[in-house]
């Protein structure tokens, strides 16, 4: 008679791999420029945001001193927040220039490089959003679009009913937009330009009153 095979009871590697929580995934965000002279196109919006090659969110490090005594050297925490209150992101360049002239009319308000204008204020404001699902989602959570517009397909738009994670930098000033670099190359490739940023107020998720600060940017 024929021996009969016990399985095992309970969860293999295999399984626990398989059942685990689901990864986040470092393609699925949106970066959501608000503009300082306001929101009127939602077109540009999301051309900010799918022309993005990434985003680094700047890192707030805690400052520590060194103390010592017979010999030991500790470090302590110090009363001090190191951020570094700047940040860039590459751009692909549309054909028509649309988004980029766009950039460059906020970096206008701080040099204009054809009067030779200069600035010594902020004139004019934004505020920038990253925003990327913070829960497990799978193909029936996105939402279809309900009208024909590429701000529709965002994640806060699509995601609406999975909890979203946001880092908002506030008094964003674009300060620099890199030219546009041509190459006599066989076959070309997607030109890119990088926009330099810097920033005042943040707030990141999982810290205190995450996402509650709130500014009335001054408007150009």
């Known amino acids: 008679m ?6 095992p009871v309970g969860w293999t590697p295999a399984s626990v791999l398989v059942n685990a929580t689901g990864d986040a995934m470092e393609n699925i ?6 503009w300082p002279w306001g929101n009127g196109d939602s ?7 799918y022309r993005a090659s990434g985003f680094d969110v ?4 805690t400052k520590t001193y060194d103390v010592s005594w017979l010999g030991v050297r500790v470090k302590k925490i110090a009363a001090g927040i190191d951020l570094d209150r700047v940040f860039k992101i590459t751009y692909r360049l549309d054909a028509n220039y649309a988004l980029y002239q766009k950039f460059t009319a906020w970096k206008k308000l701080t040099s204009d490089v054809n009067t030779s204008g200069v600035a010594n204020t902020e004139s004019a404001l934004g505020r920038v959003k990253v925003v990327a699902p913070g829960a497990e989602y799978n193909s029936m959570s996105w939402l279809t679009p309900s009208v024909e517009s590429a701000e529709e397909n965002m994640v806060s738009k699509a995601l609406k009913n999975t909890t979203n994670l946001v880092w908002t930098f506030e008094d ?4 620099n937009v ?3 670099k041509f190459k006599n190359t066989g076959s070309g490739k997607a030109m890119e330009y990088t926009c330099e940023y810097t920033f005042g107020d943040v707030a990141y998720p999982f810290y205190t009153s995450a996402n509650g600060v709130a500014h009335n940017h001054k408007q150009a």
Do not use: H, N, R
């Open 58 to 61: 700047p890192e707030p490090k």
């Open 178 to 180: 890199s030219t546009p």
């Open 43 to 49: 077109g540009a919006e999301a051309a900010a945001s």
């Open 29 to 34: 965000f949106d970066i959501v420029v608000e």
């Open 172 to 175: 964003v000033q674009c300060f």
């Open 2 to 7: 024929a021996e009969t095979l016990e399985l």
